[in-house]
C-alpha cells in the first residue's frame, strides 16, 4: 500500500506564511508527477504548483511568485512554502502523486486526506 499525509495546515494572518509537507509512505516502485490541490466549499477542486516528473515546476497564475513547491526525494516529501497568504488561499489543501507501487505495473494517482489552511484576520 501506498500511502500520502499531508500536514502543515492551520490558521494565519493575511500576508502570513505557511509550509505545507506531502510524505509518501509505503511500497513505492516509481514516482511521476507530485502536485498540491486546493478545493474551496463551493469551488472546483484547482491545481495550485506541480513537480513534473523531469524536474520542472508549474504554478496557477493565482500563486506564482508567492508559492513555491519542492521535493526532498531522500525523505520522499513534497513542500508547499505559501508567502504573502491572501484570504482567497483559504481552501483544503491536498497532494496528489502519480505512484507505480511495488505491486503495480502501472502508475496511478495517489491523493492525500488534505490539510485546512484559514487565512483571516
Known amino acids: 500500500q501506498v500511502q500520502l499525509v499531508e500536514s502543515g495546515g492551520g490558521l494565519v494572518q493575511p500576508g502570513g506564511s505557511l509550509r505545507l509537507s506531502c510524505a509518501a509512505s509505503g511500497s513505492i516502485g516509481s514516482i511521476g508527477n507530485m502536485g498540491w490541490y486546493r478545493q474551496a466549499p463551493g469551488k472546483q477542486r484547482e491545481l495550485v504548483a506541480r513537480i513534473i516528473s523531469g524536474g520542472s515546476t508549474n504554478y496557477a497564475d493565482s500563486v506564482k511568485g508567492r508559492f513555491t513547491i519542492s521535493r526532498d526525494s531522500a525523505k520522499n516529501t513534497v513542500y508547499l512554502q505559501m508567502n504573502s497568504l491572501k484570504p482567497e488561499d483559504t481552501a483544503v489543501y491536498l497532494c496528489?502523486?502519480?505512484?507505480?507501487?511495488?505491486?503495480?505495473?502501472?502508475?496511478?494517482?495517489?491523493w492525500g486526506q488534505g490539510t485546512q489552511v484559514t487565512v483571516s484576520s
Open positions: 496528489s502523486w502519480l505512484i507505480r507501487s511495488s505491486f503495480e505495473f502501472t502508475a496511478r494517482d495517489y
